[in-house]
């Protein structure tokens, strides 16, 4: 389910990425905002167009691309981001030998100004925090999967790929403008079934200056967020600690 907002020019891109995948994959986007340059892009290649009737942001726009895909395994991809063609093969393997997997997700990429970037600060963070998820019997301990989200949120929200029938209705809270992904992820960790990291980067998230999360961070809105989210983990002290070291990750956010 792509996800599709306005008249992103990155668009035509990610549907390329996908229809490029070494399995085929079924296409489908999603937009609470129909336009002629989305519908044009959905006739040229043949891809079928969900209207969400409601505007009720990034969070609406989520759940209802959940809502809309009708098979077992649903990836919301994101606009503006780009998938290795080997992206959904790989993550069918992982799925077909996880104990009741919730979510899979990868190690990702970005793409600044054109230029394909796998090691920066934040990458190698990210991969530091999700280390403990190498190990594969790690997958299905809650412990594990929460002391992960307890020191940031690591997971790349464009590269997770759900399994739809574990996932409660509505998961995406309308609340929060950035960290949505990451309190989808903490609610989600409590429950039965794995967290399945491929320690592959399979696929790309662009950063630009008209992402959301730019302009979010720019606006201030993700510190406070932020500290909420480590609140559910820690006391306010320590969540207050780690909420002013977590801002140094914004910078990697901006172009």
Partial sequence: MVCAYKESPYLEEC????????????????????????????????????????QKGIAGDWNFALSAADTPLVTIAHQDDIYEPSYAEKFIEYANRAKDPIILFSDYGELRSGERVFDNKLLKIKRFLLKPLNNERAWEKR????????????????????????????????????????????????????????????????????????????????????????????????????????????KSNKI
């Fill in 143 to 250: 412990g594990a999967r929460r002391r992960v989200l307890s020191k940031g949120s690591p997971i790349c929200c464009p590269s997770v790929t759900y399994v739809k029938a574990k996932i409660p209705e509505g998961i995406f809270d309308g609340r929060y403008k950035v960290s949505l992904d990451w309190a989808a992820w903490e609610q989600l960790s409590k429950l039965e079934g794995s967290f399945v990291y491929i320690p592959e980067p399979l696929m790309l998230h662009r950063i630009h200056v008209n992402s959301e999360t730019t302009k979010q961070i720019e606006g201030s809105v993700r510190s406070a967020e932020d500290y909420e989210m480590f609140r559910r983990f820690w006391p306010a002290p320590i969540a207050g600690i780690l909420a002013h070291l977590y801002r140094s990750s914004e």
């Fill in 15 to 54: 549907v390329r990425s996908l229809k490029g995948q070494s399995i085929s994959a079924q296409i489908k986007v999603a937009t609470s905002t129909p336009n002629d340059h989305i519908s044009d892009i959905c006739s040229r290649y043949g891809l079928s167009l969900y209207v969400n009737p409601e």
